[in-house]
């Protein structure tokens, strides 16, 4: 049965967000970029993608966890097909509104450039009716996708996902593999783009080897985590972990280093965030003050140019000095919050980070913080025998931000497993109670403050020495906003999570004023984090990798359910215990 | 940073006290700095420097006019604050995308002369256009992001109007581009000073004034006399309750959206009257401001949003030169926004509930 | 001298006088019963000896120290644990985690002993440990083995009232304030719950106060009664003669004239 009421509608969603990216640009900045050589650009993955997303979204019909969704590739292609049908028209409509008239005035984009990008260069009446079979033939094969069968499924989508992944991640394929030079030459376009015959061959791969391995990865994921602590297979899965980590940087060139860094410092500041907010249950929209504690605290005392007092330490004294700066910017911040409550305090905490930036840049304190010109010349950091290491030199600068966030990971975990963690846990649950059972949560609060505030000033000292000077821009909120969308996108109190959170959307997205890996997304990277943030929230709140104990209270209803169901187990238990006393 | 309980009941007491006294070192430092600031102004005002009689006239005009702008704003926020308990933090965004859209009728309206011909024609269609707009957008955002949230914890929302605002900015810059666009110049003679009250007033603030007023006025009518209004007030005091006795939460909800991005949608002519130039990071500033006159005044009390808009648009341009001039900091005009976000702090350190005291519901508002 | 010592204690919520002038005084090592109709007085009682609410005015000599105007915080740690009447746990937490969190206040180790993990860190949490599961062993079976590591909002809702009542023991209190702790048990239930209340007195030593609608609980568990009606105390004495007060009666039934 297909559902025309649901066709209707995600076929008019479909249409409209095809429109949408092709209004803001997206089709064509994203067409620069040749995947596959020749004519397969980034930009028409973009449409066949969301084709093919919305046929499936579509086949796949309401979920429903009582009953079992039929699955029919037949029906389900029809339905897809449907939908990008209507999806097609409606965006040849806006297609041919733009050509037809003249926008641009009001609409930057609204121009020839996106009607060509749109009709693939073949003129209106032909392209628009080439986009609509594209669209209409993409989300058909989309809605057949979901009722084929298992093995299909899963071989299909390896085989895709691999082609995607080296035609999107050719730099970072091509550096690691510059040992076989020759093979990079032969698989890639001299242009860019993968070879069609390359990427045939990735795909068969891909798919032989997800039939041939076929739940191997799953079954060596569940037995690591059944291992015990400090058995022989989790130490030797933990000693490979370290020795890529140790490796990666060497074999990888600059490029991919310095994102590494880049989202090395993110991973720093939302392992901070955090606890303030995932572990304390603080909302803080203004953590960015105590980056830039950090960043300014190390320009003033390492600089040499520094504008009032240049004492030029060494990086590693000032780091101490900064570390406790940011402490008592902490106490400074969170005093006056510690009784509001937790929406205004998100407010007040962006007003303070605000404060934060314009007093930085007034002419007031320019002659201590250099205002608009901000510091420059800070030196790096020095170690004995390699001179002074600074972000020139990514490969070996790369170590010292391992450095701390292994120093932030491991802090991170230990307060949060031990009597600091519960306390938190216990006041971001119930505040009163946690006061009522002896729990001062003025301490637990100033506490979660302060050791978020000096985590991020590590990753201000480490800014510093890598970038050489500081200016105010790189504190305005909009970081602030990205570190919370790395911690709920990663998962709000997990370690994990936030690892990949910020290796994800700052190294491949990029981060708030450097592009990532694909740098076609700089453009509209903030647009997607902001659709992220939403979209996390509503179908996803405790993330990629969440804690156990966030998502136990984020998804309270549903397990509160299962313990409905689980209670009559439960309560038979209880009974024939009670039998047994009586 | 180490916690320690010692068993002496003296150090316990001191911990308590000292979180008290340091809010009480800043109430009585704030309030030092400001009275010093005071009497250092007026004594330069004295001595024949500083800012003129005039000047401060003009400061505090544009205060007021900016103060009632930032006043209408608030009143949506401190509506759904009533009755959700959340702040939505996308509402600056409202407020800018029907400023954006309007922009559009109204350059056309410039270019081929009707704005200048029929000034009052010309600022009704802007105006229902821009309410058209920004009421479509704070429903949309409601029906999409907010209401499957509704019962969610309470940061949950706000993350999420987070998440909206970033979303609408990067749209709208998607869409119209990155540039600084500008609203042409107040139709007609509005630019001119009028005589009011035996001062001359640039027209376009009297007119901000008195479309603040009358807004605020229809607002206050319909919150408390109709039957919506009656609804609403209901479902701010308890959803549930409400649900039972026969009002429909969801359309009650959507409706006090609807007022609040009107209303946003009033300030986005105000705006456009006022300061002509336009981005897509137009309502980020404002919406703050607003939220913090939403707070000043008490959130969820209506009246509270408007006195607390015109205090904090007061502060913000007399503040500086009243102030901090005093106290020798120069160029103070650039501290503008910070003196708006102390102002926040302070009124949150000082009264936390606001000047007028919060209203609407008391729904889990620990 | 008694462990609890109130004089003249007042509060009031707006124009509504919660508790208008209460004396009361508690010895160590008994039970005393605090009843009254709804609404008079009893759950505001507690907040504010518990220091939710700072009151109007009064003393509240704990042990001989004033306790009125303390955080709650710290009046736990001098050693008054409470139970919601409207059983409020965490409910995501664990079981375990639930009564560990209880030791808080009987603990000491920082951000620095955290990080460094050492020695007096470590002992500390096992010890905490050790006596979270001894607290939960107090209630048989019931809370411990498999429940440890259940988030709490699985139990049913004896278990967390028992759960409650753990992790207020685990701040190793001298004085228990009970609110409504056999609410919404089945009958075996409370019993068995009055029998625990009962052993918290004579093995644990401990000096309680309840709060208790059911009269079979009251005259079970009760070394005393004390009896609320409108914020001011009508009525005090062994349950035999509350019982049969007249002005006690009258609070719970109204007067003979309104009745009639």
């Known amino acids: 049965m297909i559902d025309l009421k649901r066709v ?112 693939f260069e073949l003129g209106v009446p032909v392209g628009l009716l080439v986009l609509t079979a594209v669209v209409t033939a993409t989300a058909a094969a989309g809605g057949a996708f979901h009722g084929m069968s298992d093995s299909f499924r899963a071989g299909m989508s390896r085989a895709l996902g691999w082609v995607v992944a080296f035609a999107l991640f050719e730099l970072v394929v091509s550096e690691i593999l510059d ?48 291992s015990e602590a400090g058995s022989r297979l989790r130490r030797s899965v933990i000693l490979f972990g370290v020795a890529a980590v140790i490796i990666l940087p060497m074999i990888v060139g600059g490029v991919v280093n310095e994102l590494l860094i880049t989202s090395g410092l993110f991973i720093l500041m939302g392992l901070g965030l955090n606890i303030v907010v995932g572990l304390a249950g603080l909302l803080d929209l203004g953590y960015v003050a105590f980056f830039a504690v950090g960043a300014y605290g190390t320009a003033i005392l390492t600089s040499p140019s520094s504008p009032a007092f240049a004492p030029g330490l060494s990086w590693w004294i000032a780091l101490p000095i900064v570390m406790v700066l940011a402490a008592i910017a902490g106490l400074f911040v969170g005093t006056p919050v510690i009784r509001m409550r937790g929406d205004y305090l998100a407010i007040v905490t962006l007003g303070f980070g605000e404060i934060v930036r314009i007093l930085l840049l007034s002419d007031w304190l320019t002659p201590i913080f250099g205002g608009a010109q901000g510091i420059t010349r800070i030196p790096g950091i020095p170690v004995p025998g390699a001179g002074t290491i600074s972000g020139t030199d990514p490969q070996l600068f790369i170590y010292f931000t391992f450095m ?12 949060q497993n031990s009597r600091i963690g519960r306390s938190w846990a216990a006041m971001r649950e119930d505040e009163d109670v946690a006061e009522a059972i002896g729990i001062s949560t003025v301490q637990a609060k100033l506490l979660a403050f302060v050791t978020g505030a000096v985590i991020a000033s590590f990753a201000g000292a480490l800014f510093s020495a890598k970038v050489g000077t500081v200016f105010t821009n790189s504190f305005d909120v909009l970081v602030s906003i990205i570190i919370l969308v790395v911690v709920i996108v990663g998962g709000m109190g997990s370690i994990r999570g936030v690892v990949v959170g910020a290796l994800v959307l700052i190294g491949i997205l990029g981060g708030p004023k450097s592009p990532g890996l694909l740098a076609e997304f700089s453009e509209f990277k903030l647009l997607i984090y902001g659709a992220l943030l939403v979209y996390m929230m509503l179908k996803r709140p405790e993330g990629l990798l969440p804690s156990v104990r966030r998502s136990r209270e984020l998804h309270g209803e549903d397990l509160t359910q299962d313990a409905w169901l689980d209670k009559g187990g439960d309560f038979t238990g209880d009974s024939a215990e009670e039998e047994a006393t009586t | 940073m180490t916690t320690t309980t010692s068993p002496s009941k003296t150090s316990r007491r001191f911990r308590f006290n000292w979180v008290d006294s340091f809010l009480w070192f800043i109430r009585v430092s704030a309030l030092i700095a400001i009275v010093i600031g005071i009497v250092g102004s007026v004594q330069l005002f004295l001595e024949g420097e500083g800012p003129t009689a005039e000047q401060w006239r003009d400061l505090v005009i544009s205060g007021l006019s900016t103060g009632f702008m930032y006043g209408l704003i608030a009143l949506g926020y401190s509506m759904v604050y009533g009755v959700l308990g959340f702040i939505n933090f996308a509402h600056g965004e409202v407020f800018m995308s029907g400023l954006m859209v309007s922009l559009i009728a109204a350059t056309l309206m410039f270019e081929n002369g009707f704005w200048d011909a029929n000034p009052t024609l010309a600022l009704l269609i802007v105006l229902s256009i821009s309410m058209l707009v920004s009421t479509l957008v704070a429903v949309l955002a409601e029906r999409i992001a907010y209401r499957p949230l509704r019962g969610a914890p309470r940061l949950i929302p706000l993350i999420t109007s987070i998440g909206v605002s970033f979303f609408l900015q990067y749209a709208f810059a998607g869409i119209f581009g990155v540039a600084t666009r500008s609203y042409p110049p107040a139709p007609g003679n509005l630019g001119n000073d009028v005589e009011f009250l035996g001062i001359a007033i640039e027209g376009t603030k009297l007119l901000v004034v008195g479309v603040a007023l009358i807004s605020m006025v229809g607002l206050w009518w319909f919150v408390a006399k109709t039957k919506t209004g009656r609804a609403m007030r209901a479902v701010a005091e308890d959803k549930e309750i409400a649900g039972l006795m026969g009002i429909n939460v969801d359309r009650t909800i959507v409706t006090t959206f609807a007022v609040g991005g009107a209303m946003a949608g009033v300030a986005g002519l105000l705006w456009a009257l006022l300061f002509r130039a336009v981005d897509f990071l137009t309502g980020f500033l404002p919406g703050i401001k607003a939220f913090t006159a939403a707070v000043l005044g008490g959130i969820g009390n209506l009246p509270g949003a408007m006195l607390g808009g015109v205090l904090l648009g007061l502060f913000e341009n007399v503040g500086p030169l009243l102030v901090l001039n005093g106290l020798g900091i120069p160029a103070v005009s650039q501290l503008k926004d910070a003196v708006a976000f102390a102002a926040l702090v302070l009124v949150l350190v000082f009264r936390p509930t606001g000047l007028l005291g919060e209203r609407l519901g008391s729904e889990d508002r620990a | 001298m008694a462990l609890l010592q109130i004089n003249q204690l007042t509060k009031a919520f707006g124009g509504v006088q919660a508790l208008g002038g209460v004396d009361f005084h508690i010895d160590e090592g008994t039970i005393v019963s605090v009843i009254g109709p709804n609404g008079a007085g009893k759950t505001s009682f507690f907040n504010v000896i518990s220091g939710l609410f700072p009151p109007d005015s009064g003393e509240i000599l704990f042990d001989g120290d004033n306790l009125a105007h303390h955080q709650p915080n710290e009046i736990t740690r001098r050693g008054i644990a409470r139970t919601f009447q409207n059983v409020r746990l965490f409910p995501n937490l664990t079981v375990l985690e639930n009564v560990m969190v209880g030791q808080h206040c009987r603990t000491k180790e920082g951000m620095w002993g955290t990080i460094l993990q050492t020695k007096a860190q470590r002992e500390e949490e096992k010890r905490i440990e050790e006596n979270a599961k001894e607290v939960l062993s107090f209630f048989g079976s019931r809370l411990a083995g498999y429940r440890y590591d259940q988030p709490a909002f699985v139990l049913s809702y004896a278990n967390r009232r028992r759960l409650e009542i753990a992790r207020a023991m685990a701040t190793e209190p001298r004085l228990l304030l009970l609110d409504e702790p056999t609410a919404g048990m089945n009958p075996r239930e409370t019993v068995e719950l009055t029998e625990l209340i009962g052993e918290l007195r004579d093995e644990r030593g401990l000096t309680v106060v309840v709060i208790e609608h059911d009269m079979k609980v009251v005259e079970h568990v009760s070394d005393r009664v004390v009896v609320l009606d409108h914020g001011v105390k009508i009525a005090e004495g062994d349950y035999e003669s509350v019982s049969t007060n007249d002005d006690v009666i009258e609070a719970y039934l109204g007067r003979p004239a309104e009745a009639g």
């Open chain 1, 8 to 119: 209707r509608t995600f076929g008019l969603i479909a249409g409209g967000t095809l429109s949408f990216v092709a209004a803001i640009g997206m089709v064509e900045s994203f067409n620069e970029r040749t995947l596959i050589n020749p004519g397969i650009t980034m930009g028409l993955l973009l449409i066949l993608g969301i084709a093919a997303v919305f046929g499936y979204i579509v086949a796949a019909g309401k979920p429903n966890p009582l009953v079992e969704t039929a699955r029919d590739s037949r029906s389900g292609g029809i339905a897809g097909g449907l939908t990008g049908a209507i999806a097609g028209v409606v965006t040849s409509l806006f297609v041919l509104f733009v050509d037809t008239f003249d926008v641009s005035e009001f609409f930057p984009n609204m121009r020839e450039p996106l009607v060509e990008a749109m009709t």
């Open chain 1, 179 to 226: 040992f076989a030079d020759p093979l990079v030459d032969l698989i890639y376009a001299p242009r860019g783009g993968l070879q069609p015959w390359a990427a045939v061959i990735i795909g068969a791969l891909a798919w032989w080897l997800s039939t041939r391995y076929k739940g191997r990865g799953e079954a060596f994921t569940e037995r690591v985590k059944d």
């Open chain 1, 404 to 415: 701390f966030v292994l120093l932030a990971a491991y802090i991170s975990y230990r307060a």
